[in-house]
């Protein structure tokens, strides 16, 4: 009953932490002191891609972020053949132009190189740009915003199709470098502090699986 208790403080002090983590992004990021910059500024598209099968491991983008395709899903849900897969390397950009509106795009800070399937796109970030602070900028509530209303309806009432051209036209105020590392900085160490809580999370509830195992055998 304590470690029920204990378990569930963790998860709450979690939850507080992403609000708080959330409403931080919306503050800072809503920036009124800074140069008006297109995205067409920000963001350069690649298109590397894969030129045998299995060259890489597949990583799905979602709206909560990058995972390992056979983590996620506990098995590959990939074509047969993934070669001729768009190439994802660390530091890069990757969204998908059909969930996009549903915040689908993401930053790639946790795996040197992956595919992603051929209908995504790829970026890198302008090196004029702290890519910690664009990463945050482009999930923001206003960045989501404007994907929304520059795609259209598409065949499923999940999937808009993204008018790429009014894309890069999409701007956003953006602060001198240093103001951009300062706050980015700030954002990945409150983000660290929640991966921390939840990996204390994690090995609270294996403890109570290896304790009731114990108690019951």
């Keep these: 009953s304590l470690l029920d208790k204990k378990i569930e403080l ?13 409403g ?3 503050k800072y990021f809503d920036c009124k002191n800074g140069e008006k910059t297109k995205i067409s500024e920000i963001l350069e598209e690649v298109e590397n891609k894969t030129t045998e099968n299995n060259q890489y491991d597949v990583i799905s983008s979602t709206k909560d972020g990058l995972f390992l395709q056979k983590e996620y899903f506990n098995r590959s849900i990939a074509s047969d053949d993934n070669s001729g897969y768009k190439i994802l ?7 998908s132009p059909q969930n996009l509106w549903m915040g689908n795009i993401n930053y790639n800070n946790k795996y040197e190189i992956g595919i992603v399937s051929p209908s995504y796109k790829v970026f890198d970030i302008n090196k004029k740009f702290d890519k910690d602070y664009i990463s945050y900028l482009l999930k923001t509530n206003k960045a989501i915003y404007y ?7 598409g065949a499923s009432i999940v999937r808009r199709n993204l008018n790429i051209e009014s894309f890069y036209e999409i701007n956003f105020i953006i602060p001198d470098i240093v103001e951009q590392e300062q706050k980015g900085n700030l954002i990945n160490k409150i983000s660290s502090k929640i991966e921390n809580e939840e990996n204390k999370y994690k090995k609270l509830n294996k403890f109570k699986k290896g304790l009731l195992q114990k108690m019951f055998i």
């Excluded at 390397?89 to 969204?95: A, E």
């Excluded at 994907?147 to 309806?153: D, H, K, L, R, V």
């Design 10 to 22: 963790q998860k709450q002090k979690i939850e507080a932490l992403k609000i708080y983590k959330t």
């Design 147 to 153: 994907y929304t209303i520059n795609s259209e309806q």
């Design 89 to 95: 390397k660390k530091n890069q950009i990757v969204f």
């Design 24 to 26: 931080l992004i919306e």
